[in-house]
């Protein structure tokens, strides 16, 4: 079983900045995918970033394009999302999650483990 754990989330003024991170851990890890998304209030979850972990391809969504990263540190099996310039609209439950068989990446389904979550809120 793999844990994934998020953390860095919390209240910022818009125009701010946060880190989120997730710390892989359990079984040997390997994924080929680690995606976050996020999930606003009355909302759908969405798709936010991903990463394919062994050759750091990055796809976002035209939402966060230009204002999120999406990074790795393979020695800490940890992934992060680095969030610039937020937006109100921002606001939301983040989650990461991994996939571990080839999906498609803004798919939810196509992820097998996820976090517990890490709240975000932007104030106007």
């Known amino acids: 079983q793999v844990q994934l754990v998020e953390s860095g989330g919390g209240l910022v003024q818009a125009g701010g900045s946060l880190r989120l991170s997730c710390a892989a851990s359990?079984?040997?890890?390997?994924?080929?995918?680690m995606g976050w998304f996020r999930q606003g209030p009355g909302k759908e979850r969405e798709f936010v970033a991903a990463?394919?972990?062994?050759?750091?391809?990055?796809y976002y969504a035209d939402s966060v394009k230009g204002r999120f990263t999406i990074s790795r540190d393979n020695a800490k099996n940890t992934v992060y999302l680095q969030m610039n310039s937020l937006k109100p609209e921002d606001t939301a439950v983040y989650y990461c999650?991994?996939?571990?068989?080839?999906?498609?990446?803004?798919?939810?389904?196509?992820?097998?483990?996820w976090g517990q979550g890490t709240q975000v809120t932007v104030s106007s």
């Open positions: 999650a991994a996939q571990s068989r080839p999906g498609g990446l803004v798919t939810s389904s196509s992820y097998d483990y």
């Open positions: 359990g079984r040997t890890f390997r994924s080929i995918v």
């Open positions: 990463m394919y972990w062994g050759v750091g391809t990055t």
